[in-house]
């Protein structure tokens, strides 16, 4: 994992690490079962309050979705956050088209956030063509 840039707390924005893992780009138009899963991990003592994953169309600079995570976790020592969100959308795209999952946190809190790609399984973007 890496961390992400401070202005995620007031925006949108992709996660910095292995970025290819959280876009994918349309080969052929048509329309499209596009799914997505996002998992935020972090151990320390948060204060967000909530967080939120979209898939958004770089290309046409629209949104296809917006998934709430769960709030924080107590856990023995304190509060953390490890949560996961998901979310589908049928509809047609053009070719060219780039999808790309992206995060928002809302809370008071100033610590790094790691979204994770590795073998805890995690963030995964898949556009499956169904249709003319």
Known sequence: G??????VRSSYAAATNNTNYYTTTISSGGTY?????????DWHYRKDNWWSMRVYNKK???TL????G????????????DASTSGFWIGKLNEG???????HL????TEDVIFFQDQH??????????GK
Not at 2 to 7: E, T
Not at 106 to 109: H, K, N
Not at 121 to 130: H, L, P, T, V
């Open 33 to 41: 079962l596009v799914v997505a899963h996002g998992r935020l991990a």
């Open 60 to 62: 046409r600079s629209t």
């Open 2 to 7: 890496s961390s992400l840039p401070p202005s």
């Open 97 to 103: 088209d780039v999808l790309e999952q992206q995060y």
């Open 121 to 130: 399984g995690s963030s995964a973007i898949y556009a499956i063509r169904i």
């Open 106 to 109: 809302e809370g008071p809190s």
């Open 70 to 81: 769960t709030h924080r976790h107590s856990y023995e020592g304190g509060n953390t956050m």
């Open 65 to 68: 979705f917006t998934s709430f």
